[in-house]
């Protein structure tokens, strides 16, 4: 019971940080935003939930991996991320671009 708990509280807190991103900070939402983001060179960490398709999935984190961006890979579904982010849809990959008064891309290296 209390990996189960532990992966909860990480998820909650994950999401309290995208609230506080999409509030103060710069995000973008969707694949072809993050790919064009990720070959400008602007972002700064990339999120791609848990049923983002393969293909996509591979091809972000190859130009991730080229760009020297930073990727975590979300725990929900994209479902869940586009609900994090305060949107009504779903959303498998997120691009943060400024983090703003969250502390996202310093709790995210730690991991």
């Known amino acids: ?35 064009r983001t990720l070959q ?10 848990s049923n983002c398709p393969p293909l996509r999935k591979s091809e972000i984190e190859y130009l991730a991996m080229l760009a020297k961006t930073q990727v975590h890979h979300y725990q929900g579904n994209n479902t869940a991320l586009g609900t994090a ?4 849809f779903n959303c498998s990959v997120m691009t943060v671009l400024d983090g703003g008064d969250s502390d996202i891309l310093s709790s995210t290296q730690k991991e």
């Open 1 to 35: 019971m209390a990996p189960g708990k532990k992966v909860k509280k990480n998820t909650d807190t994950m999401n309290s940080r995208l609230k506080l991103v999409m509030k103060s900070g710069k995000a973008t939402l969707g694949a072809k935003n993050t790919i």
């Open 40 to 49: 400008n060179g602007k972002a700064k960490l990339i999120l791609i939930s």
């Open 85 to 88: 982010c305060g949107k009504f």
